[in-house]
Nanobody, 122 residues
């Protein structure tokens, strides 16, 4: 199994920055993708924020393009989300969303972390 540990959330004023981290541990052969979703208060739907695939391709939500940057450290099985120019509408629980190859016959594990709260005050 794989465990995801997120960190870096907090309270910040509009225009400020935060850096989220998600470290994966467990039986990991390689990463298929790692990324971030978010769930805003009172909204049951999770929104894709950013994701990075094994080949390095990146996808961002339109609402965060130019402000957020996703990166990763393969040696640490860690993905980061640098969030700049934060807005009150970025307030949400941010969840790490990842898929890993966990053995040599092609088995995969996918799932979300428990989330980290990001609150942006106006």
């Amino acid at each position: 199994q794989v465990q995801l540990a997120e960190s870096g959330g907090g309270l910040v004023q509009a225009g400020g920055s935060l850096r989220l981290s998600c470290a994966a541990s467990g039986t990991i052969v390689s990463m298929n993708y790692m990324g971030w979703d978010r769930q805003a208060p009172g909204n049951q739907r999770r929104e894709l924020v950013a994701t990075m695939s094994r080949d390095g391709s990146i996808k961002y939500a339109d609402s965060v393009k130019g402000r957020f940057t996703i990166s990763r450290d393969d040696a640490k099985n860690t993905v980061y989300l640098q969030m700049n120019s934060l807005k009150p509408e970025d307030t949400a629980v941010y969840l790490c969303n990842s898929e890993f190859l966990i053995d040599t016959i092609g088995s995969t594990w996918s799932g979300w972390g428990q989330g980290t709260q990001v609150t942006v005050s106006s």
